[in-house]
C-alpha cells in the first residue's frame, strides 16, 4: 500500500475492534483503554486520529522524531533500502550503510569519540555502554573496577543495567535486587534555589561532588564508570546546573573513572546541538544515544566511545572476537539507512542551528505559563519544557492524567505528563505559529485542570 493510499484509509480501517490482547508499556491500560487516544499517520508537526482530527505533536513523539513526521527523504530511504536489503548480519560480516552512518555520527560527535557500536534503543545503549565500560577496566589491567554510579531521578532504560543506575523508585522497586555495586549522585533539583530557571540554573555544581564522597566511601580503584543524562529528560527536564558536569569531569578524571553522558534524549539537536557534551564543553568518554538518530522512524541506537576505549580492546590475536556484545539487529539496514538520510535532513534544514536561534522564543513562550494557577515551577533548556503543576486535592498523577486526557481529545495536541508534571518535547521544525499554539492550549489545560 502506498503512503497516499495509507492516509486515504477511512476511519472505520483504522480504529481496531479490540484493545485487549496490547499490553501497552508504562501506560495506565484501563484508564486508556476505557478513552483511548488512538493515532493513525503522522505528517510533520501534527499527528491524526483515525476520525482525521489533527493533533499538534508538542513531543517529537517520544522526545525523537526531530526532523518531525514522515519527512520524506526519509521515507524515501528506508523503502528503497527494504526492496534492496532487508537484513544483514552483522556479526562477522558487513553491509556498507552500517560503515557509512558509523562515520557519519563519528563526524558529528566531540572530537575523540571516533568509534560507534549499534544497538535498537536507548536501553540497549545504556546497557552496552555500561557493559563496555566494565569490560574496557578489564582490559587495562583494572578489574577490581566493577562499581557503576548512577543518579536520583535519572532515568535510563529499562534494561536491568539501565534501572540500576536510573534513580526512578518505581520503575525500580518491583524487580528484585538489581545490579551489585551501583551508588547513586543526588539529583541536581532544588526548587528552592533554581524555580522558573531558563537554561542551565546557576545553582548546584555543588551537586557534583557528592562523587567525591562516593569515591571516599568505597576506594577509586573499585569504581568503573559514572552514567548521567546532561538534562534528565523523562523525570521533567532537569537541566545540569552550570559547571556540573565539568566538576564531574574533573573528579572522574583524578580517580580515573570513566564518565558516560546518556544522550538518548538530549542527541541529535534537542538542545540545539548534536551532542550536548558541544553545547557544555565537556567531552565524556562514552555517549548513548538513540530515539533522534533516525528521527524515530526505525528503531535504532548506540553507543560512542573514545578512540582510546576503542582501541584497548584491539590488541589481542586478529582473528579472536574484541567485544562478546551484539544483537542481531545491530546497524539493521533499515535504520540506518533512515539514520543517514535524517542527518542529510539535519544538515540540509540546519535544524540544530535553528533549534538554538529558536531557544529564546520558546523560553519566553513557556515561561509566559509561570502565573497560572498552580505552576510550581517551569524549566526549559533546548527545545525542552518541564512544567510541574500542583496535584489535585492532594492526589498526585491525577492532574497530570486529566491534562493528558485534555490536551488530546479537547484541545488536539500532544504533551507527555509523568506525574503532575507535564513536559514539552517539540519536533526542531516547529514554527514560531506553532510554538504560540501550543502553549496557548497548554495555558487552556493547566487552567482546565486547576
Ligand atoms: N536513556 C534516556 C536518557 C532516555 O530518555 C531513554 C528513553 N526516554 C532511554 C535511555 C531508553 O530508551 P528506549 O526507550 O529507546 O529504550
Redesign the pocket.
Same mark, same amino acid.
Given at each position: 500500500m502506498s503512503l497516499d493510499e495509507v492516509m486515504e484509509r477511512t476511519a472505520a480501517d483504522l480504529v481496531p475492534n479490540d484493545l485487549e490482547a496490547f499490553w501497552m508499556p508504562f501506560t495506565a491500560n484501563r484508564a486508556f483503554k476505557k478513552r483511548p487516544r488512538l493515532i493513525s499517520r503522522a505528517k510533520d508537526m501534527h499527528y491524526f486520529a483515525p476520525d482525521g482530527r489533527a493533533v499538534l505533536d508538542g513531543t517529537a513523539g517520544?522526545?525523537c522524531t526531530n526532523a518531525g513526521h514522515n519527512r520524506a527523504p526519509i521515507v524515501e530511504a528506508i523503502r528503497n533500502a527494504a526492496t534492496e536489503l532487508d537484513f544483514a548480519p552483522t556479526f562477522q560480516y558487513g553491509h556498507p550503510t552500517a560503515f557509512t552512518l558509523a562515520s557519519r555520527i563519528a563526524d558529528l560527535a566531540p572530537a575523540g569519540l571516533d568509534h560507534v557500536f549499534f544497538c535498537n534503543? !536507548?536501553?540497549? %545503549?545504556?546497557d552496552t555502554a555500561l557493559k563496555i565500560a566494565l569490560a574496557y577496566q578489564n582490559v587495562i589491567g583494572q578489574g577490581a573496577r566493577t562499581r557503576l554510579i548512577g543518579r536520583e531521578r535519572?532515568?535510563? !532504560?529499562? =534494561?536491568f543495567g =539501565?534501572i540500576s543506575v536510573g534513580g526512578i523508585v518505581p520503575n525500580r522497586r518491583a524487580f528484585g535486587t538489581l545490579l551489585a555495586g551501583v551508588d547513586h549522585l543526588p539529583t541536581t533539583y532544588d526548587r528552592a534555589h533554581q524555580a522558573f530557571t531558563k537554561g542551565e540554573p546557576a545553582y548546584g555544581a555543588h551537586f557534583a561532588d557528592e562523587l567525591e564522597r562516593i569515591v571516599g566511601l568505597h576506594d577509586p580503584s573499585t569504581i568503573a564508570a559514572v552514567i548521567v543524562?546532561p538534562m %534528565?529528560?523523562?523525570t521533567g527536564v532537569i537541566p545540569a546546573p552550570q559547571g556540573y558536569l565539568q566538576r564531574l569531569r574533573d573528579i572522574c578524571d583524578k580517580y580515573g573513572i570513566l564518565l558516560i553522558f546518556?544522550?538518548?534524549?538530549?542527541g541529535f539537536g534537542r538542545l540545539g546541538h548534536a551532542f550536548a557534551a558541544e553545547r557544555y564543553g565537556v567531552t565524556p568518554d562514552l555517549i548513548?544515544f %538513540?530515539?533522534g538518530v533516525t528521527s524515530g522512524a526505525v528503531?535504532m !541506537?548506540g553507543v560512542l566511545a573514545r578512540s582510546s576505549i576503542h582501541d584497548a580492546f584491539m590488541r589481542g590475536p586478529e582473528h579472536v572476537i574484541e567485544l562478546f556484545h551484539g544483537y542481531t539487529y545491530s546497524a539493521h539496514p533499515l535504520a540506518c539507512a533512515a539514520g543517514i538520510a535524517t542527518l542529510d535532513l539535519y544538515a540540509k534544514e540546519d535544524l540544530f542551528a535553528r533549534a538554538r536561534k529558536i531557544e529564546p522564543i520558546w523560553a519566553d513562550a513557556v515561561m509566559s505559563l509561570r502565573e497560572q494557577p498552580g505552576v510550581l515551577d517551569i524549566r526549559t533548556v533546548g527545545l525542552t519544557a518541564g512544567i510541574d503543576l500542583a496535584p489535585k486535592d492532594g492526589k498526585p498523577g491525577v492532574r497530570g492524567y486529566q491534562a493528558l486526557e485534555t490536551a488530546f481529545h479537547d484541545l488536539g495536541f500532544m504533551v507527555r505528563a509523568t506525574g503532575d508534571t507535564l513536559a514539552l518535547t517539540p519536533p526542531l521544525i516547529i514554527s514560531e505559529d506553532q510554538i504560540g499554539e501550543l502553549i496557548e492550549k497548554t495555558g487552556k489545560v493547566i487552567a482546565a485542570t486547576a
Open positions: 517520544l522526545w534503543s !536507548g536501553s540497549e %545503549a545504556v535519572g532515568y535510563h !532504560g529499562v =534494561g =539501565g543524562e %534528565a529528560g523523562s546518556d544522550e538518548v534524549i538530549t548513548t %538513540a530515539k528503531p !541506537g
